[in-house]
C-alpha cells in the first residue's frame, strides 16, 4: 500500500524511428555516464542485455520479468530500480507488451573511475581515526523500490542527459555523485539493519539500531540514542544523517510506520491505540506522519487490508 515513487513520464520513440520492436534503444553519451531509454512493443522472452559498466536501471512503464545469474527471478515494474555490475548478463521476459501497452526503462551506465573517484571520496571524508568504514557498492540488495530522493535524481538525471546544454557533463557529474552517495547511504542502512537484526553489536552503528528497536514503543530520546554512539548531540545528528542519508528522526518514524501496518492489519485494531503502541503521544501526529510515509491514511490503509 506504500505509495511508489515513480519516474517522470518519458515520451515514447515515434512510431517511424523504431528500428525493433524489442528493446528499442536510444542513447545519450556523457564524459561520466551513458543514459539509455529503453522500449518494447510486443511480447518477448529470454532477451539477453548486458553492459560493460556498472548500471543503475529504473522501469517507467509496463512490466519485465527479470533473470539474473544465480538469483531468483522478480517482476520489475514502475517505480523500482535495480544494480547491476559490470559485464552480468540480463535475462528478460516481457510478457505483457503491446503496441498500446509498451515497456520502457533507462539505464544510466557509469563509469568505473567515476564510482571509484565518489567511494575514495566516502572513505576519506566520512571516516575518522576512530572509526574506519570501507564504503562500497553491494550487489547483495540489487532491486529496491525508489525513495523520494533517488527518484529526484534520476529524474534530474535524464532531463540534463537528455537536454542541449553545453554544461551538461558539469551538471550530471554534480548529480551521479549525489546519487551513487545516496545509493550507499541506503544499503548502509540497510546492512547495518541486517546485522542489528542478527544480533551483531560490535559497532556505533549497531548499538544504534538495536537501542531504536527495542525501544521503538516508548520515547526515545536523542540524548539517549547520542550515548549509544559516543558522540555529542549535534556530531550525532551529522554522523547518523552521513552514514544513512536520513535524520534519526526520520528513521524512527519510519521504524514505527512500519510497525504501525503490521498493527492496522490486525482485524479490530484501534487507530488511537495503534498509535500509543508505536510510540506516538499524539494521534493527529502519527496520521500526518504516517501518510507522508505511506501516502494514505492509517484508516484507509486498514480498509485496504480488512478487504484483502
Known sequence: ????????????????????????????????????????????????????????????????????????????????????????????????????????????????????????????????????????????????????EITELINKLIRICSSNDKSKNIYADLQLKELLIRLLQSQQLGQAEEGSNNGADGNRQNFVLNYIQEHLTEKIAVDALSRKAYLSRNLFFKWFREQFGITPLEYVNKERIKLAKQLLAKPQSNIYDVSKLCGFTDVNYFIRVFRKVEGTTPKVYQSSCNCN
Open 1 to 148: 500500500m506504500q505509495i511508489k515513487n515513480y519516474l517522470q513520464t518519458i515520451d515514447l520513440t515515434i512510431p517511424r524511428q523504431l528500428q525493433t520492436l524489442v528493446e528499442s534503444r536510444r542513447v545519450f553519451n556523457l564524459r561520466n555516464c551513458e543514459l539509455s531509454i529503453f522500449e518494447s512493443y510486443e511480447q518477448a522472452y529470454d532477451v539477453p542485455l548486458t553492459f560493460n559498466d556498472l548500471v543503475i536501471t529504473s522501469m517507467t512503464r509496463g512490466k519485465k520479468i527479470m533473470h539474473l545469474t544465480n538469483k531468483p527471478s522478480f517482476d520489475y515494474l514502475p517505480g523500482e530500480s535495480l544494480i547491476v555490475p559490470p559485464q552480468e548478463t540480463m535475462i528478460i521476459d516481457f510478457p505483457e507488451a503491446t503496441l498500446d501497452n509498451p515497456t520502457q526503462c533507462i539505464a544510466l551506465a557509469i563509469d568505473d573511475s567515476y564510482i571509484r573517484e565518489t567511494i575514495n571520496y566516502l572513505n576519506h571524508y566520512y571516516n575518522s581515526d576512530h572509526e574506519q568504514q570501507n564504503w562500497q557498492l553491494s550487489f547483495h540488495q540489487y532491486h529496491f523500490e525508489n525513495n523520494h
